[in-house]
């Protein structure tokens, strides 16, 4: 019996790394747990419980098996989030995917959410230069890009050169790294590491509870 794994950014990675990956798929199995088939049943038969979806992926083998089948419920938990709270689902994306093409298309919505956030805690934008503007949004990129990159968070966090490199390497942008303190960029990448953890946690909750309750019934049924 294998249990998912409980960090939930690495269960959102392995779903999509499994033979899951299919909309039907998952509608399939909502559909069994919503409706449990019941046949005709013999004379003299022994009666036997319809079986949901989730007991045929905690028994694997059943109809529909595959690789990860495990990772069914984390799947369409994701699927979920990407109907009801897309920017959430988008946030998961961006972080988990080990695909960094999949990834790259949430790049832009993850980056301007973040930015609309940061604007609305910081009533002095208003008031910035055009080149400080920037300035936070290659930062927003570069905490984006930090965070990505540190799923098991066993990754050690940027410092102020590798974040003033990335930036200009990649943005385009300059941030003088001995200068960090100096013109206020600590304050401005804590807040944005800030609004980063937060959509983090509000994205990855519902997928910690699936594990739970998953890893739950697995026990149960081994």
Sequence with gaps: MSYLDSNPKIAWALSFESGIRTQATVDLAEMQEAQPVKGK?????????PVTATQDRVNKGG????YGAEYTPVYSAIRRMERESPLLAAV???????????ANQYLDDVAEAILALYVAKTPEW?????ARKERVEALIQARMMQDRN??????????????AFYCREYMGVKIVSKNWLQDGWHREWSKIGDIMASLETQAMEPIYRVIKETNRLYKKAA
């Design 41 to 49: 049943r013999a004379k003299n038969a022994e009666r036997r419980e």
């Design 92 to 102: 998961g994306h961006w972080l988990c995917l080990a695909d960094t093409g999949a």
């Design 63 to 66: 109809p529909g098996a595959a």
């Design 150 to 163: 540190d799923v098991d968070g066993s990754r050690p966090l940027w410092q102020p050169l590798e974040i």
């Design 126 to 130: 208003i008031s910035y230069r055009t």
